[in-house]
């Protein structure tokens, strides 16, 4: 990807990225009452006797995404893909490394900046304050995203708290508020399936807009075939590391031999390395 | 510790660039580092944006509160109201504090403590979870990150206000009628705010890093409230003790105390200056001050930390 052609514009550059997290309370004595008294005790054993063990999420990762690609992150559960591009949107920190951008990427979702109790008409305005439109936008916008949402084909479920929907019809409104502001850098975490068939299809054509007003688009998806629709490009993570960097058919063939291989013996064991994903 | 997973397949021809070369390729194109800390100023500029932001977070917690009670928003001004009563009960009545207060002043002097110290204690204990227990908003979407926190005390403050209502119904009750000095509450307690959002600040920090402390704090919270004269006055309580008066002083300067006498000292016509300590208002101003700056600077220091669990 380094090659002389600086005619490309880079927009995104990670440069050797190490993420861990720190987990508490996850000490060898199972979080006994005792178990707790004796690591407080015990001092000197350093971290791990004090419950905090470490999660080695993203190793070493480094990549340049330029200006008009789409890039599929994939990669079994837990391999560090909503890690690395939570880092990309700088909401989480990095231990090693560096992640430049041009501008501020934002990672598609307003889910935790809604509140169940208050009236989907109020979450609208939130989420669109959380995600940083001003109010003139929200007020502009808001009778698309509202329609866009359907909410209220079914009687006036707009002005009811967001605890009474049902939860396709929260999944939409919260597709719909997210998806109503442009983004220069765009990361979309497994957005596509949220709610029911028609629901689907026209927020996959929503995603294809958004897709060509922003410069760059990451995609994390465990479906190839909405990586192979969208994406040009495609990133392979394994336990934390860059595996394979290249064209989505040739990355998704190696990727469909190693998964597809081994389908036989995956049994739904516990992986070593579990990687705590916070969604 | 054994894979499970089978080990995949080499990486045909890494692509990844010579390394040395991202940072200059960054440099020559402009971009910046992710996730980095902007300047103070900056980040002053960056809240301001959101303020709209922050004022409708904070309306839409205090809504959310009693969304599900069958009186709703009645509780607003009810909880207070049965917090005073509680407290008048034990320490008017039971415990007859009431010592060197007038009898029907005391009713009105109990319930601007109890509100006034309430308005402090609830942005401290919002402060300590403003981080911790808004992981998952912090890690979702970009803000400057002390609009938590700043959030959290104004919803405390539009709490006050309701509290601020229930005053008036006692003060009136019990005779007094509103005067002009009523109005001299509003200064107090917008250096109050602004002194509980320095806490609130320090807090969410502390809290961020060790959340451990939100089972700690009510203690703390409950032993200044009680050395901060909320049910009884200082002086009175202190007269003919064998205490030095410089003792008074300090206990009266302490800042939950300094509020609360102000506000008295603004609704009560009976809660004269005497009562007040010396430089009462610009001790108010100093400690609003004081926390205000150092809560700041000392919350954006770790700006970019925050998303960590």
Redesign the interface.
């Known amino acids: 990807?380094?090659d002389s052609s600086d005619s490309k514009?880079?927009?995104?550059?990670?440069?050797?990225v190490d993420i861990v997290?720190?987990?508490?309370g996850t000490g060898a004595g199972r979080g006994s009452a005792t178990a707790a008294l004796n690591r407080m005790l015990r001092r000197k054993q350093a971290e791990k006797a004090a419950g905090v063990r470490t999660v080695h999420a993203v190793r070493g990762v480094?990549?340049?995404a330029y200006r008009g690609e789409a890039i599929g992150l994939i990669g079994?559960n837990g391999s560090g893909k909503s890690t690395l591009l939570?880092?990309?949107?700088?909401?989480?920190?990095?231990e090693n490394g560096?992640?430049?951008?041009?501008g501020?990427?934002?990672?598609l979702?307003?889910?935790?900046?809604l509140?169940?109790?208050?009236t989907g008409e109020?979450n609208v305005?939130?989420g669109g304050?959380?995600?940083?439109m001003?109010?003139e936008e929200i007020k502009s916008r808001y009778e698309e995203i509202v329609d866009f949402s359907g909410i209220n084909e079914k009687g006036d479920f707009i002005t009811l708290?967001m605890r009474t929907y049902s939860s396709g019809m929260a999944a939409r409104l919260r597709f719909s508020i997210a998806a109503a502001k442009d983004h220069d850098v765009l990361l979309v975490d497994e957005a596509l399936a949220t709610g029911d068939r028609s629901f689907q299809k026209r927020s996959e054509a929503r995603i294809r807009e958004l897709r060509e007003r922003a410069g760059t688009v990451f995609l994390v998806s465990h479906n190839n075939k909405s990586i192979r629709d969208t994406c040009d490009r495609v990133l392979w993570l394994?336990?934390g590391e860059?595996?394979?960097?290249?064209p989505t058919e040739d990355v998704l063939k190696?990727y469909e031999?190693?998964t597809g291989?081994?389908a036989k013996d995956?049994k739904p064991?516990p992986?070593?390395?579990a990687v705590p994903v916070?969604? | 510790?054994?894979?499970?997973?089978?080990t995949?397949?080499p990486?045909?021809g890494?692509?990844?660039?010579?390394?040395a070369?991202?940072?200059a390729?960054?440099a020559r194109?402009?971009?910046?580092?992710?996730?980095?800390r902007p300047s103070l100023g900056e980040y002053v500029r960056q809240l301001w944006?959101?303020r709209?932001?922050i004022l409708?977070?904070s309306r839409?917690?205090l809504?959310?509160q009693y969304?599900?009670a069958k009186l709703g928003q009645l509780w607003q001004v009810a909880t207070p109201l049965l917090n005073a009563a509680v407290y008048f009960f034990i320490f008017g009545l039971l415990l007859g504090a009431n010592r060197g207060i007038p009898k029907d002043v005391y009713v009105p002097f109990l319930v601007t403590g109890v509100f006034v110290f309430t308005f402090t204690q609830s942005s401290v204990l919002a402060g300590v979870r403003a981080i911790s227990g808004?992981?998952?908003?912090?890690?979702?979407?970009?803000?400057p990150r002390a609009s938590l926190p700043v959030s959290f005390a104004l919803q405390q403050l539009q709490q006050l206000l309701f509290s601020m209502i229930v005053l008036v119904i006692v003060m009136v009750a019990s005779g007094s009628l509103p005067a002009l000095s009523w109005l001299l509450v509003v200064p107090a307690l917008l250096l109050q705010f602004v002194f509980n959002t320095g806490l609130a600040l320090v807090f969410a920090r502390m809290g961020s890093k060790t959340?451990d402390l939100a089972q700690l704090m009510p203690f703390v919270l409950r032993t200044w409230m009680y050395a901060s004269g909320v049910m009884f006055s200082i002086p009175a309580m202190l007269h003919g003790k064998d205490v030095p008066t410089w003792l008074a002083d300090v206990l009266q300067w302490n800042p939950a105390a300094i509020y609360m006498d102000l506000v008295r000292f603004a609704m009560i016509d009976e809660y004269g200056s005497s009562y007040l300590p010396p430089h009462v208002w610009a001790f108010a101003a100093g400690w609003a001050l004081l926390a205000g700056v150092i809560g700041f600077v000392y919350f954006w220091k770790a700006e970019?930390?925050y998303?960590?669990?």
């Open positions: 990807m380094a514009i880079p927009t995104v550059v990670a440069d050797r997290y720190r987990v508490n480094s990549f340049v079994t939570k880092a990309v949107a700088g909401l989480l920190p990095v560096r992640i430049y951008t041009d501020q990427p934002s990672l979702g307003v889910n935790a900046a509140m169940r109790d208050l109020r305005h939130l304050l959380a995600m940083g001003s109010r708290p394994e336990r860059l595996l394979m960097d290249g190696e031999a190693f291989g081994t995956r064991q992986k070593p390395k916070p969604s | 510790m054994s894979q499970v997973l089978h995949p397949p990486a045909p890494a692509p990844t660039p010579a390394e070369d991202l940072a390729l960054a194109h402009g971009l910046t580092v992710s996730g980095a944006d959101r709209h932001f409708a977070f839409a917690k809504t959310a969304s599900q808004n992981l998952g908003l912090v890690r979702a979407l970009h803000f959340p970019e930390k998303g960590r669990g």
